[in-house]
């Protein structure tokens, strides 16, 4: 939105639009050119114009309800410490009166280390079992850096129901060169990838015929479905991070060393070596033995 003002000399029109009302309120309004314009009378104070603080205040629409998504996914992470954690993923069905057919697609880095058998499913909102709701179930481990954890669960989602899958995991521990620049921020797990077969009859879905081959015989079969493909939001993990200033302190400790032992060492094998003639009486070799007497104790007689 726009406000026009125009400035006089002792008054100042604002033009008055719907979407805000304006404080203090205006000594007058006109018309003028099929508006409506707010005029404000400048008063002055011993000769001085006092300035106009005029505050326009935006009224609140109604927010329009937006629609429920007929399902949704979300994933987060459980536990405290360095060591031991647990992974969570929830899937809702909003749907009242159908169940939804979804394949699970989770791929977490190797040094997230997962442990299948804590794995569990759990429904909230409806009395269908694991069993029932589970239709198969793939599971891939992973090689330390070579490839992923694959977790692929394919799931009858029962209607208006949340389905919570937990597992949990350990962190590994990584060499200091396989650690990014900002270590201390930790590393992000993939987002869950969840494709569903929706109903058709929801307005707000646009998608592609049931063309969906991992789905094809576990489904009803229904064709008036489409499939939508949805992914949660990324996982923050923090492992053991080492000290890395200790390679700095080492780095030093041991350049000081060798340039103390090994100079040492060098100027001894290479200086050569020559006895005093006594005969020399140069102005240095007088002041040499100048200070020699003054740190020198002499033998008492």
């Not at 799931?155 to 208006?160: A, G, I, R």
Request: glycine share 4%.
């Amino acid at each position: 939105m726009r406000t026009y003002m125009r400035f006089a000399t002792t008054k100042t029109h604002i033009l008055v639009l719907q979407e805000f009302t304006m404080k203090p309120t205006a000594n007058s309004v006109i018309e003028h050119a099929g508006r409506q314009w707010a005029v404000y009378n400048h008063t002055f104070q011993k000769g001085k114009k006092v300035a106009l603080n005029t505050v326009l205040t935006w009224k609140a629409n109604k927010a329009e309800k937006r629609p429920t998504p007929v399902i949704d996914v979300n994933s987060y992470i459980t536990g405290s410490g360095q060591e031991w954690g647990g992974l969570v993923i929830q899937l809702h069905n909003h749907h009242h009166t159908e169940n939804i057919d979804t394949w699970l697609l989770s791929m977490v880095p190797w040094f997230v280390r997962l442990y299948l058998h804590t794995m569990t499913i759990s429904i909230t909102g409806s009395l269908h079992t694991r069993e029932e709701v589970t239709k198969h179930q793939d599971y891939t481990p992973a090689k330390d850096r070579e490839r992923p954890h694959t977790l692929e669960l394919l799931l009858s989602l029962p209607p208006h129901s949340t389905v919570t899958i937990s597992i949990e995991f350990r962190r590994a521990l990584l060499k200091w060169t396989e650690y990014p620049p900002d270590a201390h921020h930790g590393f992000y797990i993939n987002s869950v990838s969840l494709t569903a077969l929706l109903p058709l009859d929801q307005s707000n879905i646009t998608a592609i015929p049931h063309q969906w081959q991992q789905l094809k015989g576990h489904s009803d079969g229904n064709p008036h479905r489409s499939v939508m493909r949805i992914y949660s939001e990324p996982v923050l993990v923090t492992l053991s991070t080492p000290d890395f200033s200790m390679p700095y302190n080492v780095i030093c400790f041991v350049c000081t060393v060798l340039a103390i032992g090994f100079g040492s060492l060098y100027n001894l094998t290479i200086r050569d070596v020559k006895q005093a003639d006594p005969e020399d009486d140069s102005i240095i070799t007088r002041i040499k033995k100048r200070l020699l007497n003054l740190f020198v104790k002499q033998p008492v007689s």
